[in-house]
Nanobody, 125 residues
Framework: EVQLVESGGGLVQAGGSLRLSCAAS????????IGWFRQAPGKEREGVSC????????YYADSVKGRFTISSDNAKNTVYLQMNSLKLEDTAVYYC??????????????????WGQGTQVTVSS
């Protein structure tokens, strides 16, 4: 069974940090780009970051660039999203997703093949 399981979300004050994890199983991890997406209530899902399957290149939405860092531990089939300097606007459910030999589009995520269940991130004043 293909699984992507996010963890690490929670409640944090503005300016604080969280690290999200995405643990993958049931598919060949190295063949997929892994992206992070988020969705706030009443809003469209948006891309946050992605790490490429081809060369490990990383990509970020303008809204998080310089604050978030994506990384991968291939031996553990896990991708991380380190989130620093969190803002109220970062509050959302965060999802990881896998795209077969993906080019890491940072958009709505319709190109992605597999999705996790999401983890809630809430940033308070």
């Amino acid at each position: 069974e293909v699984q992507l399981v996010e963890s690490g979300g929670g409640l944090v004050q503005a300016g604080g940090s969280l690290r999200l994890s995405c643990a993958a199983s049931g598919f060949t991890f190295d063949d997929y780009a892994i992206g992070w997406f988020r969705q706030a209530p009443g809003k469209e899902r948006e891309g946050v970051s992605c790490i490429s399957s081809s060369d490990g290149s990383t990509y970020y939405a303008d809204s998080v660039k310089g604050r978030f860092t994506i990384s991968s531990d291939n031996a553990k089939n896990t991708v991380y999203l380190q989130m620093n300097s969190l803002k109220l606007e970062d509050t959302a459910v965060y999802y990881c997703a896998a795209d077969f030999y993906g080019s890491c589009p940072i958009g709505y995520g319709y190109e992605y093949d597999y999705w996790g269940q999401g983890t809630q991130v809430t940033v308070s004043s």
